[in-house]
């Protein structure tokens, strides 16, 4: 395929739309004079894909019904000689039929929920399309704070004490889990299992601020998970590169905020700049700590991403006791904000070097897999068919 059409896909339905929206923004203007094809596939809140020029600039994003309306329905479809198509779904004219792009690759720009938890990698799956980022498995474990935290146990990766439950157990028993969350001792970090960004993340220092912060995460998630705050805390991040076989450690950074526990304004909405996105956040780059710590924290978040089988880049969040510089394992981010690449600028990556990695790796990784075998050579069907309904009785056993 001679051109490289690259398809930026984002938003979703997720909490963390508007957040995904700008990191895809970043992306688009990265590539600006690239060699790539840009085109746009923006999934509304309420899950319908569009695309069309408009939705390339970021200023057309205040409207976003406005928006909607002037965009262009579109799905993946295969070809008749079995490639992946991006195509319009409705006609522009009497005579103009609905566009019908090739595939290249699609770099996937989404945060949170629908997007990153592994449900549209595994629509580019079905449909044998490289995209950026990593795969079903990384993807989904990844999003889920709890069974993430299960696979750091099971190989050795430090983490915080902790207890998770589900919105019907906390109907049925709110005291049993008060007293087990009591045994951790306070303070206590409540989250939602399958958010990021801080979103109905908070601090408890008693059992009504604990009831309270469980019943705002509720709102957002159905599955929480309640652990032992680290203190005094420091949060040190590292990003990491590559393949779940060949990957490299940016250098780490100390994000900084208005209180001990970062919160989405500090994230995305410090300075005033939240048109940057995850850059806008404060932060210390390189992260003011000892070289051994620095060390310490870039080895165990590349065994971290290698124990995930991550691919593309992602995010490893860690909590240090500012104290006994002990480290935990805190959250993996399989497409960070900004794809971090303000941690790989300090480490002599550009932005737009940086997604034709993204992109490189995406390559690879559907090479190897398209160069294994896919399908079985059977005659079982026919033989069946021979039999009839009857023949399948025997089928299972």
């Known amino acids: 395929m001679s051109q490289k059409n690259l398809i930026i896909a984002f938003g ?41 020029q408009k939705l390339l600039d970021l200023s057309n994003y205040k409207d976003l019904n406005e928006l909607e309306a002037s965009s262009t329905r579109c799905a993946f479809v295969k070809d008749e000689m079995g490639r992946t198509l991006l195509k319009e779904q409705e006609k522009q004219g009497l005579f103009t039929k609905p566009a019908a792009i ?28 490289p995209y950026t980022g990593s795969g079903v498995l990384a993807s989904s474990v990844g999003m889920n704070k709890v069974k993430a935290k299960q696979l750091c ?29 009591e045994m951790i001792g306070y303070p206590l970090i409540v989250k939602p299992c399958n958010l990021g960004s801080s979103i109905g993340v908070a601090k408890a220092n008693s059992k009504d601020e604990l009831i309270d912060a469980i019943e705002t995460a509720f709102r957002y998630d159905a599955h929480l998970l309640v652990e032992e705050a680290i203190q005094p805390l420091m949060e040190i991040n590292c990003s ?23 919160s989405f304004q500090d994230k995305y909405q410090s300075g005033g700049n939240a048109e940057k996105g995850m850059a806008s ?14 060390e310490e924290i870039r080895e165990l978040a590349v065994q971290t991403f290698k124990t995930f089988d991550a691919s593309g880049v992602a995010r490893l969040d860690f909590l240090v ?27 002599e990556l550009t932005f737009k070097a940086l997604i034709e990695e993204l992109v490189a790796v995406a390559i690879q990784n559907h090479q190897a897999k398209n160069g294994r075998v896919r399908s079985y050579q059977t005659n079982l069907l026919n033989e069946k068919a021979a039999k009839g309904i009857k023949g399948l009785k025997g089928l299972k056993k």
């Open 321 to 347: 006791n500012a104290d006994t510089k002990k480290v935990y394992f805190n959250e993996i981010n399989t497409i960070p904000g900004s794809f971090s690449f303000y941690l790989w600028e300090k480490s």
């Open 12 to 52: 979703g339905a997720s909490p963390e739309h508007e957040v995904s929206v700008l990191t895809a923004m970043q992306v688009i203007a990265a590539l600006d004079e690239s060699d790539y094809t840009l085109t746009p596939l923006y999934i509304t809140k309420s899950g319908n894909w569009l695309t069309g």
């Open 102 to 129: 090739p595939v290249y690759a699609v770099v996937t720009a989404f945060h949170g929920s629908d997007g990153e938890n592994g449900s549209f990698q595994g629509t580019c799956e079905m449909f044998n399309i």
């Open 281 to 294: 956040a404060d932060r210390i780059i390189p992260a003011d700590i000892s070289s051994e710590l620095t």
């Open 240 to 262: 990491v590169l590559g393949s779940s076989t060949d990957c490299r450690a940016s250098v780490c950074e100390r994000p900084m905020g208005a209180s001990e526990m970062l």
């Open 153 to 181: 146990v099971a190989n050795k990766i430090p983490v915080t004490d902790s207890l998770d439950f589900f919105e019907k157990n906390w109907e049925d028993d709110q005291a049993t889990i008060l007293k087990e969350a």
